[in-house]
């Protein structure tokens, strides 16, 4: 029997002596590995209700990453695999008949039958107690007479549904149906096929798992499998479709069936993963989709920390909760990349009329793990083609390409989105907002926003808030626009016009967001009469007639001054739950009259001073309009009708839209996470075929560039990475080695546009080794 294995830095082990393993999958097999291994003392016993060679799918792909740590935890099942693997490099996309290759992938990928079973074996050799055919007792059964007690029982876990009430589950069910099939024969490649039925478009995931094995699966939305009649077919039928719908792919070849059946992915979150002494590892803790191959890695990922944190923290209660801190953030983001890859399939339809290379780049960096850099050193030959189908000239990044609104070039792909600095007296702009504006606009950015500026003096957030209600304002103005067109040349400014509604009359943020002011409050008008805060904010008036014409006019009026100040742009801000935004969503607006009820007549008032303002805006200067793609309220806007509301704001004139989410309702919840909104951003660009302007957690010029290349932007807006660094642009063109014109270097900074020297950290390498 082998002896205990030591973990770096532990401390004495502890003595759960008595452990249970419910699930006989990878994740609960491996833990039950390791923790034998850890102290070949303690009793294990995995519970599994199927037979040995029972399993459900085919191959399994794994990360260099995740072997390496199997590697170091038990060589013995390292060695195993590493006999087993297929490897292969490459990705092959087939749109419309043409296939693209991108190489320098990496991939590892075995028969799940085979991982089962090497784990079967090295279970034996420790002294595991395999029970097979067996259902578990209760978890808290086993709980009782064991010490410790491992939840691995998959997605449908008994365990988290009868506890549900401690891990809190949140069980997503998502829009596509798939099913697990196999060909015999290898794929030479990751290949995804995309098959435009009449009933819809349909996608092939495929990869080898053995030399003459390949895993397949088939995955369309749900309306598309049910059009397709496969919601009448069995099994055998369904495999037998599928082939003959890829039978190019496939050469002719048959499909294979194991148990396989049409399923909706689940995705699972709990907030808990432990209760006492039992634990939940692999799928019945979380789940990510399939696409991005993780379901097995984060099992087994799993079965490394939770046997670890045992091994090395003082009780039973620390060790669960230090295993919990460890994987959570790393499920976390997992989670969040499979999301966001699921979310491209699922929408799918919308990029098959994309070129061909954009498509492929998009399928790439759809989790927005692979993005256009580690790309390029993955394929340089592969992304070129992409960057040259976009129109880069030789050496130009994909964010320092121009591009055109109407009369406006952009020299460059990169804004400065628009931020409230709440520093305005009496709504007129002062030194600091020259100085704001102006080290934007030369620090690179090809368009500059303004902050929201106010119609009128009711229409303000906070009593710092800017405005175009007076000549003074606009005077003060057209000193930073024509700052900007000389000073920083090529750089161009934009306004953002507004009107706070029900969210005006507050204190500056950093005395209190959303807070009412203390003293010298001005009415507030709204859609309906709902305030933002329940029992803290004012409760605005609902607008008449009169108060909507009145103010339609304070934007008409402030869109001349705007002209005249020499604005290149003008943005309408509709979203965040201002008074344009709060006509478009149904849960801030109740009215009965013709500017509520369904989305046409919650559009109405918008889309009238959207009108009002187009009539007098220069005909050959752009106009944006700033959306909230979704609420994360339920019964809120959500992406459909945000799409609706786009298509709308085009039909009557706008160039772009400026897609931000939420603030709408103060019991929102955002779904968090790096370049969070862009989706919604794709969508609508992808479905209208209209430019958009992505905002929300971009901050590194490799996002900008994938985005820009995947076709989900046309334009990136950045806001806190450009108050941390003002020449933002300018710096992301020095580390990517371009000094083209789509990022000028003013003249008096020329001397700094490479970074300084720094003091030599490296020592002199070894040259001799004596012994």
């Not at 991982?115 to 034996?124: K, S, W």
């Not at 024969?185 to 390949?214: C, K, N, W």
């Not at 009496?426 to 080290?439: E, M, N, Q, W």
């Amino acid at each position: 029997m082998a002896g205990p294995l030591t973990v770096t830095g532990a401390r004495i082990p502890i003595e759960p002596l008595r452990i249970a393993v419910i699930g006989g999958g990878p994740g609960g097999l491996y833990a039950a590995v390791l923790l034998k291994r850890l102290d070949p003392r303690r009793e294990i016993t995995v519970w599994e209700r199927n037979a040995p060679d029972d399993t459900f799918g085919f191959g399994v792909v794994l990360s260099d990453e995740t072997l390496g740590g199997i590697e170091h935890a038990d060589p013995t099942v390292h060695r195993a695999l590493q006999q087993e693997f297929v490897r292969w490099d490459d990705i092959d996309i087939v749109h419309r008949g043409r296939t693209l290759t991108s190489g320098g992938h990496g991939f590892a990928a075995l028969g799940r039958r085979r991982l089962l079973e090497i784990l079967h074996e090295r279970c034996v050799s420790l002294g595991v107690r395999l029970r097979f055919r067996t259902e578990a007792p209760p978890a808290a059964e086993l709980a009782a007479t064991h010490d410790l007690v491992i939840a691995a029982d998959g997605v449908h876990s008994p365990t988290r549904e009868a506890h549900a009430d401690v891990f809190r589950p949140t069980v997503s069910t998502e829009r596509c149906r798939y099913i697990w099939l196999a060909a015999d024969f290898a794929f030479d490649a990751f290949r995804f096929e995309i098959a435009e039925t009449e009933h819809g478009v349909m996608q092939l995931h495929g990869y080898p798992f053995s030399s003459d094995a390949s895993t397949v699966i088939v995955e369309m939305r749900e309306e598309v499998w049910r059009a397709a009649g496969f919601d009448a077919l069995d099994e055998r039928q369904s495999t037998e479709q599928c082939a003959k719908i890829f039978a190019d792919a496939l050469g002719g070849r048959a499909l294979r069936a194991n148990k396989s059946s049409w399923s909706a992915f689940r995705t699972v979150v709990n907030e808990r993963w432990s209760h006492g002494n039992t634990v939940l590892i692999g799928d019945a803790a979380h789940t990510a989709h399939f696409s991005i191959g993780s379901g097995t890695k984060l099992a087994v990922e799993d079965a490394l920390a939770l046997a670890a944190c045992v091994e090395e923290q003082p009780d039973l209660p620390a060790a669960l909760a230090a295993y919990e801190s460890e994987r959570r953030p790393v499920v976390r983001s997992t989670q969040r990349a499979a999301a966001a890859s699921l979310r491209w399939f699922e929408e799918l339809a919308t990029y098959t009329d994309q070129p061909a290379r954009q498509f492929a780049f998009g399928l790439l960096t759809r989790s927005r793990r692979v993005t256009h850099d580690n790309l390029r050193l993955r394929d340089a030959a592969f992304t070129g083609a992409v960057e040259a189908d976009f129109g880069c000239e030789p050496g130009t990044p994909p964010m320092f390409t121009p591009f055109r609104l109407r009369g406006l070039t952009l020299r460059n792909r990169v804004v400065v989105s628009a931020m409230d600095m709440y520093v305005a007296e009496d709504g007129v702009p002062g030194d600091f907002h020259l100085v704001h504006l102006g080290a934007r606009a030369l620090g690179g950015a090809g368009l500059v926003m303004t902050e929201m500026v106010c119609v009128g003096p009711e229409g303000r957030i906070t009593p710092g808030c800017t405005g175009l209600w007076t000549d003074e304002q606009g005077a003060a103005w057209r000193r930073v626009t024509d700052f900007v067109h000389t000073g920083a040349s090529s750089a161009a400014i934009g306004v953002q016009l507004g009107h706070s509604g029900r969210k005006g009359s507050t204190r500056l943020m950093w005395e209190g967001m959303d807070q009412p002011l203390p003293a010298g409050n001005w009415p507030l008008t709204a859609a309906s009469a709902l305030p933002y805060l329940p029992d803290v904010s004012q409760v605005p008036h609902a607008l008449d007639r009169a108060g909507l014409t009145g103010i339609r006019e304070q934007f008409a009026s402030a869109t001349r001054r705007a002209a005249d100040a020499g604005f290149d742009l003008l943005e309408l801000h509709c979203a965040h739950g201002y008074l344009l935004s709060g006509f478009l969503s149904p849960l801030t607006n109740t009215r009965t009259d013709a500017y509520g009820g369904d989305l046409a007549g919650r559009l109405r008032y918008p889309l009238e001073v959207f009108d009002a303002v187009r009539e007098l805006w220069p005909e050959d200067r752009p106009m944006t309009v700033r959306i909230s793609a979704t609420d994360w309220a339920p019964g809120g806007n959500t992406a459909e009708e945000a799409v609706e509301i786009a298509r709308a704001f085009v039909a009557h004139g706008a160039d772009a839209i400026d897609v931000s989410t939420g603030q709408v309702v103060p019991d929102e919840r955002p779904e968090f996470g790096r370049s969070y909104q862009t989706p919604f951003a794709d969508r609508i660009r992808n479905t209208l075929a209209v430019p958009v302007v992505a905002v929300g957690a971009i901050s590194s010029w490799d996002d900008v560039n994938s985005l820009l290349l995947a076709g989900r932007a046309d334009l990136c807006a950045l806001a806190r990475p450009h108050l941390y660094d003002p020449h933002w642009t300018l710096h992301a063109a020095a580390d990517q080695g371009y000094t083209g014109p789509g990022a000028p270097w003013p003249l008096p900074y020329r001397a700094g546009s490479r970074p300084p020297p720094t003091g030599r950290t490296d020592g002199p390498k070894p040259r001799l080794t004596l012994t």
